[in-house]
């Protein structure tokens, strides 16, 4: 099965990042511009259980993606994790692990790993996987990026990234 990953260190405390991606409307804010994704509903938390349904749209289709949280875990100044697992959506299995974690007092490592298998088999990974590796890596490039200039004060970017 197909892994994507993504880790950036952060210069911010795990604790201020791990709070950042709970707010409210960090859902929003982590949806890049170029995609057609609205929220239909809103993850009332990140905790287990809670679920976050988006419609995507790709010409005149839409098709709705739903994702349920799990593996909640606030580990306070050393950052925290929890994980979304497809119920419904484009792909035939999808679970994605978010985690945050220090590195120091004063930074933290900002780590997406995502297990992933396309529709139609070895027709899917022949037609849709360089596509969707390429889409992953625009996408949580995005992400990363937005997190950290929300997180990080404006002098204390050191620029490294590990993708």
């Not at 990042?17 to 409210?24: D, E, L, N, S, T």
């Not at 960090?26 to 994704?37: D, H």
């Not at 497809?86 to 692990?97: A, I, L, Y």
């Amino acid at each position: 099965m197909p892994v994507f990953h993504k880790r950036t260190r952060i210069v911010a405390p795990a604790s201020e990042v791990f709070a950042w991606h709970q707010r409210p409307g960090t859902l929003n804010e982590l949806i890049p511009p170029w995609e057609k994704v609205t929220i239909e509903q809103r993850p009332e938390s990140l905790g287990d259980g809670a679920r976050a349904v988006l419609v995507i749209r790709n010409g005149p289709l839409k098709l709705r993606w739903v994702a349920e949280h799990h593996g909640f875990v606030d580990r306070g100044l050393e950052g925290g994790e929890f994980t979304d697992t497809q119920v419904s959506g484009p792909f035939k299995r999808w679970t994605h692990r978010h985690l945050v974690e220090a590195d120091g007092p004063g930074a933290c490592w900002l780590d997406d790993r995502i297990e992933y298998q396309l529709p139609l088999g070895p027709l899917g990974k022949l037609f849709g996987g360089a596509m969707t590796r390429r889409k992953l890596e625009r996408m949580f490039g995005y992400r990363h990026e937005v997190t950290r200039k929300a997180c990080e004060t404006p002098d204390s970017s050191d620029g490294s990234a590990v993708g």
